[in-house]
């Protein structure tokens, strides 16, 4: 297994995935050389799907830290570093823009931590199997699973509608 040609692929993608999974660049950073390391010391038995293998390990690599640390919130702040988004502007539109990024991250917060994953992933353009293996159910329930984490995000907008306008 061609563990640099790996990382150089699927890199920018997990760090990215991971950096709005944690909130914080620093624990993304550490996840993702622990996925990497967990690459070398445990490989998956088929490189089929090894990009699933990887945002699955990671996922589990944050879970276990948070258990460790008792730390179950995101940390909104640092969310979105990496993902290259254009800026506001002006500085009004760039304060109201980053306080709609807060509360989306805020919403996004109050899913499940399965819910969580499987709508970052979508964002990461992941196949419903390859979603489905990561986060260990059938590729049939991802579109339901999907659209009810939607859901459950639009009745949270709802209920913070002032945040929005």
């Known amino acids: 297994m061609d563990v640099e040609a790996l990382f150089s692929r699927h890199q920018a993608a997990l760090l990215r995935y991971l950096?709005?999974?944690?909130?914080?660049?620093d624990a993304a950073a550490d996840a993702a050389q622990e996925t990497?390391?967990?690459l070398i010391e445990r490989p998956p038995e088929s490189e089929d799907n090894v990009r699933a293998w990887l945002f699955a390990v990671a996922t589990n690599v944050v879970r276990q830290d948070r258990r460790k640390r008792h730390e179950?919130?995101?940390a909104p702040e640092q969310a979105e570093q990496i993902a290259a988004e254009d800026s506001a502007p002006d500085p009004l539109a760039a304060l109201e823009l980053d306080?709609?990024?807060?509360?989306v991250r805020s919403l996004v917060a109050r899913l499940s931590t399965k819910e969580r994953?499987?709508?970052l992933m979508r964002e990461e353009g992941f196949t419903h199997r390859e979603i489905a293996e990561s986060v260990g159910t059938t590729t049939k329930s991802i579109g339901t699973?999907?659209?009810?984490?939607?859901?459950?995000?639009?009745?949270?907008?709802?209920e913070t509608p002032e945040e929005f306008e």
């Open 19 to 25: 950096l709005r999974y944690t909130g914080d660049a």
């Open 36 to 38: 990497y390391l967990a």
């Open 72 to 74: 179950m919130a995101l």
């Open 99 to 103: 306080e709609k990024k807060k509360a």
């Open 117 to 119: 994953t499987i709508l």
């Open 145 to 158: 699973m999907i659209d009810r984490a939607l859901q459950k995000l639009a009745r949270y907008l709802g």
